[in-house]
Every structure is written in C-alpha cells, then in structure tokens.
C-alpha cells in the first residue's frame, strides 16, 4: 500500500525557515516523480514545486529563489526547504506522487503558518 507521510510544518515569521518531508512507502520511489502543493483557505490547490526522477526540477513563479526540492532515492523521501518565507506562503501543503499516468497519490498535507 502506498503511504505519503508529511511533516516539518509548523508556524514560523515572516523571513524564517522550515524545511518540509516527504516519506513515500510502497516501492518505486525512485522513477516516481515527485511534488509539492500547497492550498490556502479560499484558494485552489497549486504546484509548488516538482522533480522528476531524473531530477529535473519546477518551481512556481511565487517561490522561485526562496524553495528548493530535493529527493533522497536511499530514504525514499523528498523535501522541500522553505527559506524567507512570507505571510502569503500560509497554507496546508501536501506532497504529490506520480508514476507515469498509471498512479497519482497524495498525502494528508502539513500545515504551514507563517506570521507577519
């Protein structure tokens, strides 16, 4: 079965950091592609920020310069470092997983608070 565990949110000012986790079970983690995506309250959900499995990387405009995604293939997790954040970051944020078009999971999101 597949699991997607999100953690390392929390609340934080305005200009801090926080560095989110993504641990994947249920194999193939490695030719999986993977995502980070963020809803606010109001708002739809939006791509933060991608890598594939061989490690092409996509970031929204919003975040460019500020997050960086990563994947660790050995622990089958991704993370998402999250530097000078600003109030407009606040949001519940969830990691994505794909193969192909055969399989599409989600998390159960973490949430990010942050204070002006």
């Known amino acids: 079965q597949v699991q997607l565990v999100e953690s390392g949110g929390g609340l934080v000012q305005a200009g801090g950091s926080l560095r989110l986790s993504c641990a994947a079970s249920?194999?193939?983690?490695?030719?999986?592609?993977m995502g980070w995506y963020r809803q606010a309250p109001g708002k739809q959900r939006e791509l933060v920020a991608g890598?594939?499995?061989?490690?092409?990387?996509n970031y929204a405009d919003s975040v460019k310069g500020r997050f960086t995604i990563s994947r660790d293939n050995a622990k089958n997790t991704v993370y998402l470092q999250m530097n000078s954040l600003e109030p407009g970051d606040t949001a519940v944020y969830y990691c994505?997983?794909?193969?192909?078009?055969?399989?599409?999971?989600w998390g159960q999101g973490t949430q990010v608070t942050v204070s002006s």
């Open positions: 994505r997983r794909t193969v192909g078009s055969t399989y599409d999971y």
């Open positions: 249920g194999g193939f983690f490695s030719i999986s592609a």
């Open positions: 890598i594939s499995s061989d490690l092409r990387t």
